[in-house]
T-cell receptor, first 113, second 111 residues
Framework: EADIYQTPRYLVIGTGKKITLECSQT?????MYWYQQDPGMELHLIHY???????EKGDLSSESTVSRIRTEHFPLTLESARPSHTSQYLC????????????FGEGSRLTVL | QKEVEQDPGPLSVPEGAIVSLNCTYS??????FMWYRQYSRKGPELLMY????GNKEDGRFTAQVDKSSKYISLFIRDSQPSDSATYLC???????????FGKGTRLSVIA
């Protein structure tokens, strides 16, 4: 079982609120990722990090930001949430082997009213 | 054209059936091919991994990659209700580049 944790699992908030989705892994993985998943749609990469102080935007344009101050921690922040941000957010880290296996958290389901 | 195409289903089969799930892709540079399984309200977990072309078998699961046709498949033999989940194909150029995912196929195995 993967040691990667996301909080909160479910969040319902009003428009304009600032939110932070937490992601932590205890496997010492350098590379971490945030994906957005909507029903019936592909997982879209929104942010990734190759290590401490490294962050990059993914393929899908996102109004969120991320930080990587510690190896084990990769939080995602929305400064002003909107209904269009309603989605499932999945955090993942890349295993140490050369298989390219991603270990996923259980996801944070965000609903913005 | 999307890089990875996968029929989202849903697919419903009786217990014991052989299930075939497929993905096509457009970029011939993909080298690593994976299948993830995602149960409801959970994150995806790696089910099968294949490098380049060929077949790989693990218990009731077989993954096939045909690079000449840009086509990958996952076969599930003797399907069980516990196999009911969404199956996502994924691929990458190397072991260190981000994965590109298909939409996922939702499978229901009926007892």
């Amino acid at each position: 079982e993967a040691d990667i944790y996301q909080t909160p699992r479910y969040l319902v908030i009003g428009t304009g609120k600032k939110i932070t989705l937490e992601c932590s892994q205890t496997m010492g993985h350098d590379k971490m990722y945030w994906y957005q998943q909507d029903p019936g749609m592909e997982l879209h990469l929104i942010h990734y990090s190759y290590g401490v102080n490294s962050t990059e935007k993914g393929d899908l344009s996102s109004e969120s930001t991320v930080s990587r101050i510690r190896t084990e921690h990769f939080p995602l922040t929305l400064e002003s949430a909107r209904p269009s941000h309603t989605s499932q957010y999945l955090c993942a880290s890349l295993g140490q082997g050369n298989t390219g296996e991603l270990f996923f958290g259980e996801g944070s389901r965000l609903t913005v009213l | 054209q999307k890089e990875v195409e996968q029929d989202p289903g849903p697919l419903s089969v009786p217990e014991g059936a052989i299930v075939s799930l497929n993905c096509t892709y457009s970029n011939s540079a993909f080298q690593y091919f994976m299948w993830y399984r995602q149960y409801s309200r959970k994150g995806p977990e790696l089910l099968m991994y294949t490098y380049s072309s060929g077949n790989k078998e693990d218990g009731r699961f077989t993954a096939q990659v045909d690079k000449s046709s840009k086509y990958i498949s996952l076969f599930i033999r003797d399907s069980q209700p516990s196999d009911s989940a969404t199956y996502l194909c994924a691929m990458s150029f190397s072991g260190n580049t981000p994965l590109v995912f298909g939409k996922g196929t939702r499978l229901s195995v009926i007892a």
